[in-house]
């Protein structure tokens, strides 16, 4: 009960990319590069276990960015012709690539780090991918002309990739949609639609990711233009309490969603988010438990995973080390109160 787990990622080493960016730039290239993913992948398992971390991650250490890591292996993308964009309905700017046809996986994307962290971990392994409307939301499209079709198509792509991770053993594989906090309608019109695709025939189990977005600027200040009560979960958590995806993961911490929201995901898993990505201050234990203690009102202990917020990929790298820290402890206090130690 109350097994930790992150939302994905971790920040990367210096010596593997730029550090604190959201989009960085590698550090090597060609087999440096690739070791330095390697060697960089095997540190994120550790920093997790060491920590206390229950169900761990990659760290998402091989892949630039939580959407392009995985456009990157997919043929009928153009990444040389960039377009400058609004994305998440124009919050920020992104340089993203185009659409130019028929969209077919290169190959396996993933396979080599989940190979890496399934053979170099004991523990449960959950697996992060972009979700279907946050990528058409993170890409231009000159191919399709219809923005469902198009995500239709990433979806049975993301089945795909899904398919072959679970067969190498991956525990728990996770669609990240922060655009399904941006889009509410669609979400139900075909959002939820488009994750069933993608997670059709797995045995694992699968997740869905859903946060106010990662502590950058531009959602710090969108943050602060959403009122004193954030309710964008209450319009998409009814139908995602009827979907066949198992488990939510949500932010939870500092935010100003209401706490008896989490009441409308009856019978799913909740990855509840307790450590605050946008804060540079490290949470102490005493405060995650408090956060914990607070879901619990809602939703069972045997089924609430304490998470963070969101990825910490452009935090400093110390800082979210610490975080993971303070997020084992802050369990292990509420474990206690409960008597399962
Ligand atoms: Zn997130």
Redo the contacts with the bound molecule.
Sequence with gaps: MLETTI?GSLPKPAWLAETNKLWPQWRQEGEALVEAKRDATLLALKEQEDAGIDIVTDGEQARQHFVHGFLERIDGIDFGRRVRMGIRNNRYEAEVPTVTGALKRKGPVHAFEAKLARAHTTRRLKFTLPGPMTIVDTITDAHYGDKVTMAMAFARLLNEEARELAAIGVDVIQF?E?AFNVYMDEVKTWGIEALHVAADGLKCKTAV?I?Y??GIKANIEWKKSLGAEWRQYEEIFPALAASRIDQVSLECANSRVPIELLSLLKGKDVLVGAIDVASDKVETPEQVAATIRSAMKYVPPERLYPCT???MAPLDRRLAIAKLWALAAGAAIVRTELGLV
Excluded: I, L
């Design positions: 939302a990240d922060p990711h946060c977005g990662y917020n969101c990825g």
